[in-house]
């Protein structure tokens, strides 16, 4: 939720962003709603400020024993018409709050400007791609031919986008979520594992709903989460946390589950788009002042994901056209996956700087005596558990089928340094 003052202060860079980010949201009207609403709560402090006058000297009149009653009956009508502006300026403020909730966060200036993806920026490129000697398979065919995965019996049981792991596939898919929360606890943060079911508040508070409704699965009641991000940032959802405790960092590890109602048709074979996946989540609770700071660094504990495990990749900064509705900036890391030849997503860090916590109500202190005032929250993806898998096979497989486990894998994986057929 972008703050009131700024929506009027900073007009054409909201209007910007609107467009750009593609939205609903109907500004001009907002501006007029706000403007009547603003005349509206003059009009109705001044009757009120006139009813308080007049009371008092009605009081006056009545102890003198003077008659009142003409003053009485006109404060009668004051009232009348005081109850009809507050009526009206609460219809204006409901107004006001749909239209906001299709308001998107603004991009910050260091953001490329472009309509679409074909401005994104690469900021780095990190690790080597790898030249083969032979013509590499795309990793549905060598989980497989390795016996990691049953798309047959996935399919059987769930239907299309989903996954049955089975032996050392389920076991590298455990193996990469322990590797991955285990290194962002030694980089100080504190791991927690959240619900996987949550109240649509909370979905609203990190900016999924209203606008995504149709990429989420739901339970009755309850949502079920696209991505950790939801459960973690809501941790902190209507409570003021000490300034000093900043920045509060955690990270989960969960099941993600996504309808990807826009997406149909799209890598329909193995592992890239699912209606079930496995994700590592870091969350960054920050000050303004550092949180574009944090972002950075946030970036780098993702990219050190995938160094650790020898994957090429590359950082790009997304451009205005392709920035997500909640987010002031982001980064894609991308790793580099030799079967498709080309780069794909892997994990996306994200700065809402004020957006998500005035949504969820997350504020801070600065000391004890100051006003509260809004954190700022970040997160990214520490990293997607399946493109991960996907990039392992790809980028270590051999001539003869086998895929080589990265050095850093092979304690969580019992000592094991290769995947061979059997």
């Not at 998107?104 to 400007?113: C, G, I, L, W």
């Not at 690790?127 to 399919?155: V, Y």
């Amino acid at each position: 939720m972008l703050d009131l003052k700024r929506i009027r202060s900073e007009t054409d860079r909201v209007r910007e962003a609107i467009a750009f980010k593609k939205t609903q949201a109907d500004l001009d009207r907002y501006l007029l709603l706000d403007e009547e609403r603003r005349e509206l709560l003059v009009e109705a402090e001044r009757l009120k400020h006139e009813r308080n006058a007049v009371s008092e000297e009605i009081g006056r009149l009545k102890k003198a024993g003077q008659d009142a009653a003409d003053k009485v009956q006109a404060m009668k009508r004051v009232g009348e018409m005081v109850k009809e502006l507050d009526a009206r300026i609460a219809d204006l403020e409901m107004s006001l709050q749909k239209i906001a909730e299709w308001i998107p966060n603004v991009p910050h200036p260091s953001v490329p400007r472009a309509e679409d993806a074909s401005g994104n920026v690469i900021v780095r490129e990190a690790g080597t791609i790898r030249k083969f000697d032979f013509q590499p398979k795309p990793h549905w065919q060598l989980a497989e031919s390795l016996g990691l995965l049953d798309f047959e019996r996935a399919g059987k049981i769930a239907g299309a986008g989903f996954l049955l792991f089975t032996g050392r596939g389920a076991r590298l898919e455990r193996a990469l979520i322990r590797f991955m929360i285990d290194l962002a606890v030694r980089r100080g943060y504190t791991e927690v594992w959240a619900p996987h079911l949550v109240r649509r508040e909370c979905l609203f508070g990190t900016g999924q709903l209203p606008k995504f409704a149709d990429d989420l699965f739901r339970a009755g009641d309850y949502w079920l989460i696209p991505t950790a991000e939801v459960t973690v940032t809501n941790i902190h959802r209507d409570e003021i946390v000490d300034g000093a405790a900043l920045p509060i960092r955690y990270v989960a590890g969960t099941p993600c589950f996504r309808a990807e109602a826009g997406a149909a048709g799209r890598d329909t074979r193995g592992l890239i788009r699912l209606h079930q996946f496995d994700k590592v989540e870091l969350v960054w609770f920050s000050r303004p002042e550092a949180s574009f700071d944090a972002l950075e660094r946030l970036t780098g504990h993702a990219e050190e994901v995938l160094r650790r495990l020898g994957l090429p990749y590359r950082v790009v900064s997304l451009s205005t056209g392709d920035l997500g509705f909640g987010a002031a900036k982001t980064y894609d890391i991308e790793v580099w996956l030799p079967g498709q030849n080309a780069y794909r997503e892997i994990s996306s860090c994200s700065n809402f700087t004020d957006f998500q916590a005035r949504r969820a109500n997350i504020r801070f202190r600065a000391t004890e005596t100051e006003k509260p005032e809004f954190v700022h929250t970040l997160n990214g993806s520490g990293v997607a558990i399946g493109r991960t898998i996907v990039a392992i096979l790809e980028n270590g497989q051999r001539e003869d089928g086998s895929v080589e486990i990265p050095a850093a894998l092979v304690p969580y994986m019992g000592g094991l340094s290769e995947i061979r057929s059997r």
